[in-house]
């Protein structure tokens, strides 16, 4: 009998450690859930669907009235994306993408001091992540509230979707000129094909245009669009 008291009791005293262990972890599910929300009241924001609605709404005759769907969007899927598109928007946009948890202080530090040494903006220090958070969630005010608003979300991001995930969203509504959002869009407009055709200098094309799509626009200034493009091709070739 006592041997069994002892038992439970050693039992009882087991699951209090596992309980003790579980429990930081569901508090900063919480926390996290918590400063979300705080932020998102404080910077005013007001949260879209994780994904662009396409719904259609019809007359009684049938005829098209609506249209919830972004203009210029065609969405697929992250496996009908040419391999060297996805390597060449990682490359120049968030190099440590598979690396960081959202935020990258690393690269913030790298594109702090590339701009002080160039004197003038010509990195970001924003991950993939961040700027999808931006393009799901947020206004394109430049205010610290929004800041971090977007650090909180990229955070919330990462852990409720894996990588791959994050960046097939990022590739899918990034903006690339012309009313044209996501990869595929941009392909067929820039090039005349779908994304899973692009060459390689056709994917560092498109993603040479993401930073500024009006000045690097090809229809605009080839010029502009070959310089970026190189930039692009010597960043893929530095992190490889």
């Known amino acids: 009998m006592v041997y069994a008291l002892n038992r439970g009791s050693e039992e009882t005293h087991n699951l209090r450690k596992k309980s003790d262990v579980a429990l930081p972890r569901r508090w900063w599910v919480v926390i996290l859930a918590f400063l979300v929300l705080a932020i998102a009241v404080l910077a005013g924001i007001r949260p879209m669907p994780l994904t662009i609605g396409e719904d259609v709404f019809y007359d009684a005759n049938g005829n098209v009235i609506a249209s919830t ?12 994306m040419a391999p060297d598109l996805r390597h060449a928007f990682i490359a120049i946009e968030d190099s440590r993408f598979y690396q960081h948890p959202g935020l990258d202080p690393v690269g913030i530090a790298r594109a702090f001091i590339r701009n002080i040494r160039a004197g003038r903006i010509v990195e970001g220090g924003s991950t993939i992540t961040q700027q999808l958070a931006k393009n799901m969630y947020l206004s394109s005010k430049r205010t610290f509230g929004r800041k971090l608003a977007e650090a909180v ?5 990462e852990v409720r979707f894996s990588k791959d995930e994050i960046l097939e969203r990022y590739l899918n509504l990034v903006y690339l000129g012309h009313g044209a959002y ?3 869009a941009g392909a067929r407009l820039y090039f005349g094909k779908q994304a899973s055709d692009l060459t390689l200098a056709e994917a560092s094309t498109l993603a040479g245009i993401t930073r500024a799509p009006f000045y690097y626009s090809p229809y605009r200034d080839m010029d502009a669009a070959a310089r970026r493009r190189k930039t692009v091709l010597d960043r893929m070739l530095a992190i490889d």
């Open 69 to 80: 769907a972004a203009p210029g969007r065609i969405e697929v899927p992250l496996s009908d």
């Open 153 to 157: 979300l990229a955070l919330y991001l």
């Open 182 to 184: 996501g990869v595929e």
